[in-house]
């Protein structure tokens, strides 16, 4: 199967395997694990940020900021197909008792705008806003990414009202890598950011989360109360790290590849149209919305798997497991199909 269902489907490589194999570990509970600490380092560093706490998941590392950032009672502002909102569990209400306030704009981005409009007044009638938390690269959007210039305008704004930024930056190195704005940057506008590491990265499980020292303090204490603390951890942090030093740059070839596929699925007859290709996300929307399964299913016999991506519209992500064979049979696929 040519598996472009999502960028989560990448199996760790022989060479990861054994890093993870031979890697020292020791209890992470007791911050002993040298290669959870060498990861959260490697992280902490590589963003310029003070600390770093490593996580099972992206949802994890999300929820422990989320719960750092706002009190019961207050309230996130965010994208309404934002990943926290939309994808989370209703973890946000679960478990951290705060609202939240959905805001529409252009492929998962939020403006300053918009945000502005709809911070809350210190009035007893209101949630409190507490926290402004963006996604970059935007899922929903087809991995869209923020103009950096926008991000520094919210930041310059939250800064004025007293208000923390997270980022959910799952793809974060896709924009990093398809833009080459200096991670620093990031780590300068935001007071989290969370990073997927069993994403484009390839490793198996994982994320950072990332911050102050004072910050990371509050996380760990959260991340052991939601039952997240775990011992010889460095196991699978391993794998993060070999990711982090070794499958950055090569996301460029992931970015090459959706690009082929966009050029490919604009031609055909079948497609309306396809979000501009950013990074590694495609979604194509049908110009018959009804044969949206009808597609999946047709292409799964020609071996090759797509997404549902709402209604007519389906996802191809791509991936390192993807090799430049499968890319040609994918696109031989996709100009010979017919719904
Ligand atoms: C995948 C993803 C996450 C985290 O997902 P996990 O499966 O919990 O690791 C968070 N945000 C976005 C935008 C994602 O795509």
């Known amino acids: 199967m040519i598996d472009f269902r999502s960028d989560t489907v990448t199996k760790p490589s022989q060479e990861m395997r054994e890093f993870m194999f031979n890697a020292p570990v020791g209890?992470?509970?007791?911050?002993?694990?040298?290669?959870?600490?060498?990861?959260?380092?490697?992280?902490?560093?590589?963003?310029?940020?003070?600390?770093?706490?490593?996580?099972?998941?992206?949802?994890?590392?999300?929820?422990?900021?989320?719960?750092?950032?706002?009190?019961?009672?207050?309230?996130?502002?965010?994208?309404?197909?934002?990943?926290?909102?939309?994808?989370?569990?209703?973890?946000?209400?679960?478990?951290?008792?705060?609202?939240?306030?959905?805001?529409?704009?252009?492929?998962?981005?939020?403006?300053?705008?918009?945000?502005?409009?709809?911070?809350n007044p210190d009035d007893v009638h209101y949630p409190k806003t507490q926290l402004i938390s963006l996604e970059d690269t935007a899922n929903r959007g087809g991995g869209a990414i923020y103009d950096v210039e926008e991000i520094k305008r919210i930041r310059h704004f939250a800064l004025?009202?007293?208000?923390?930024?997270?980022?959910?930056?799952?793809?974060?190195?896709?924009?990093?890598?398809?833009?080459?704005?200096?991670?620093?940057?990031?780590?300068?506008?935001?007071?989290?950011?969370?990073?997927?590491?069993?994403?484009?990265?390839?490793?198996?499980v994982g994320s950072v989360l990332i911050g102050t020292k004072d910050f990371i303090k509050k996380a760990r204490r959260v991340r052991?109360?939601?039952?997240?603390?775990?011992?010889?951890?460095?196991?699978?942090a391993a794998g993060g790290l070999f990711a982090l030093k070794n499958n950055v740059e090569r996301l460029k070839i992931d970015h090459q590849n959706a690009l082929?596929?966009?050029?490919?699925?604009?031609?055909?007859?079948?497609?309306?149209?396809?979000?501009?290709?950013?990074t590694n996300i495609v979604v194509a929307v049908l110009k018959d919305a009804s044969k949206r399964d009808l597609l999946i299913g047709k292409l799964k016999e020609q071996k090759v798997l797509a997404m549902a991506f709402g209604p007519g519209m389906v996802r191809f992500v791509t991936h390192l497991d993807?090799?430049?064979?499968?890319?040609?049979?994918?696109?031989?696929?996709?100009?010979?199909?017919?719904?």
Not at 224 to 236: E, N, Y
Not at 271 to 276: A, C
Not at 322 to 339: G, P, R
């Open 27 to 119: 209890d992470d509970v007791f911050q002993e694990d040298p290669t959870v600490n060498e990861l959260e380092e490697f992280a902490a560093n590589y963003f310029g940020k003070e600390a770093a706490l490593f996580c099972s998941s992206g949802t994890q590392t999300n929820q422990i900021a989320i719960n750092v950032h706002v009190q019961p009672g207050g309230e996130v502002i965010c994208h309404e197909e934002s990943h926290i909102y939309k994808y989370e569990g209703g973890g946000i209400a679960k478990n951290s008792g705060a609202s939240v306030r959905l805001l529409q704009g252009d492929r998962g981005r939020l403006t300053l705008e918009s945000i502005a409009q709809w911070m």
């Open 160 to 204: 004025e009202n007293g208000l923390p930024l997270h980022l959910d930056g799952a793809r974060l190195l896709n924009a990093i890598v398809a833009t080459g704005v200096n991670p620093a940057t990031y780590a300068t506008n935001f007071d989290s950011i969370s990073v997927c590491l069993s994403k484009g990265l390839g490793a198996p």
């Open 224 to 236: 052991k109360v939601f039952g997240g603390g775990m011992r010889q951890a460095g196991m699978i």
């Open 260 to 278: 082929e596929l966009e050029r490919c699925l604009v031609q055909l007859n079948w497609v309306e149209r396809v979000y501009p290709v950013q």
């Open 322 to 339: 993807i090799s430049n064979a499968q890319m040609d049979q994918t696109l031989e696929v996709l100009k010979a199909l017919t719904i």
